[in-house]
């Protein structure tokens, strides 16, 4: 994405969801504005997935921890999409791979 495409107004869900695909940044959007965040560095990265897996060692076989997925905070107007460190889902719902898993508040 060059800054010339950079959008001018609030993303929505779908607006978010048409973007291109871009790995060399991390975005999320928060109020519908795009955002850059910094990737975590290789240690933080390395907690982030040892906290998952002790997690997932811990929970019930119901639920499931997962680590840096993107999940929809609020999907209405105006839309909030972010990557947590960890998140707990339904093991039923990682099962199926979404794009972005469900949580519950």
Do not use: I, K
Not at 41 to 52: G, T
């Amino acid at each position: 994405m060059t800054s010339a495409s950079w959008p001018d107004h609030l993303l929505t869900l779908t607006e978010w969801d048409a973007l291109p695909e871009d790995t060399s940044r991390r975005c999320e959007l928060v109020e519908g504005v795009l955002l850059v965040v910094p990737r975590p560095a290789p240690l933080h990265q390395r907690a982030m997935v040892r906290l998952a897996f002790e997690l997932d060692r811990q929970l019930p076989d119901h639920l499931t921890a997962l680590a840096d997925v993107e999940v929809v905070v609020d999907a209405g107007y105006p839309t909030t999409v972010q990557a947590p460190d960890v998140v707990v889902a339904q093991t039923s719902t990682a099962q199926r791979n979404p794009a972005r898993p469900v949580v519950p508040a």
